[in-house]
């Protein structure tokens, strides 16, 4: 069936670099997205890419995106302690109905 | 900015009882979700609907019904609320099958 997977945990010092990768295994999806979400909120659209780019720079959030892999990535420069949140990656997978299909998300601590 | 505002953040209920989730958008969205958020398991959609008096089942809608009246809200309800139906369940909405989902806030229901 239709996945999307994500590494569950990531730890990095403030200042550095976060990389939160995501594979998928179909998508018919125009656009891919990042979600955030911070302790008890819902989740907040963080970014996306359309379909047919290969990275998209948005102030201190680069996404990649390798459709030959099936592979999206959130990169956040200079990491800081407000960042701290759980990340999702998100598509339509094949389906036609709209529906979004999250991975299971990624908790990131940034250590002080 | 979308708005989309659950009217409860926290709910705690008995088992067996009847109980009404419910979720406003205040931007003319046609599209309404329902997913709930469980550790481990990511983000589950439970219900969608792409119109008013319409609805479709999601991946996991055993032991709950939605209604959808009015365009602007859309109501979970779980008939006979158990245990195991205690989670975050978090409500959605969007303009287009393409557009980005907004979530609300979320409502924790705490099933005893």
């Known amino acids: 069936g239709e996945d999307v997977e994500q590494s569950l945990f990531l730890s990095v010092r403030e200042g550095d670099s976060s990389v939160i990768n995501c594979t998928y295994t179909?998508?018919?999806?125009?656009?891919l997205y990042w979600y955030k979400q911070e302790p008890g909120a819902g989740l907040q659209l963080l970014t996306y890419i359309f379909s047919n780019m290969d990275m998209k720079q948005d102030q201190r959030l680069t996404v990649l995106l390798n459709k030959k892999d099936k592979h999206l990535s959130l990169r956040i420069a200079d990491t800081q302690t407000g960042d701290s949140a759980i990340y999702f990656c998100a598509d339509h997978g094949s389906s036609n109905t709209g529906k979004l299909i999250f991975g299971q998300g990624t908790t990131l601590q940034v250590k002080p | 900015d979308v708005k989309v505002t659950q009217s409860s953040r926290y709910l705690v209920k008995r088992t067996g009882e009847k109980v009404f989730l419910e979720c406003v958008q205040d931007m003319d969205h046609e599209n309404m979700f329902w997913y709930r958020q469980d550790p481990g398991l990511g983000l589950r959609l439970i219900y969608f609907?792409?119109?008013?008096?319409?609805?479709e089942k999601g991946d996991i809608p055993e032991g709950y019904s939605v209604s959808r009246e009015k365009k602007e809200r859309f109501s979970l309800i779980l008939e006979s609320a158990s245990t195991n139906q205690t989670s975050m369940y978090l409500c959605a909405s969007k303009i287009l099958r393409d557009s980005p989902l907004h979530f609300g806030n979320g409502t924790r229901l705490t099933v005893t």
């Open positions: 179909d998508s018919s999806s125009t656009y």
């Open positions: 609907s792409y119109d008013v008096k319409m609805k």
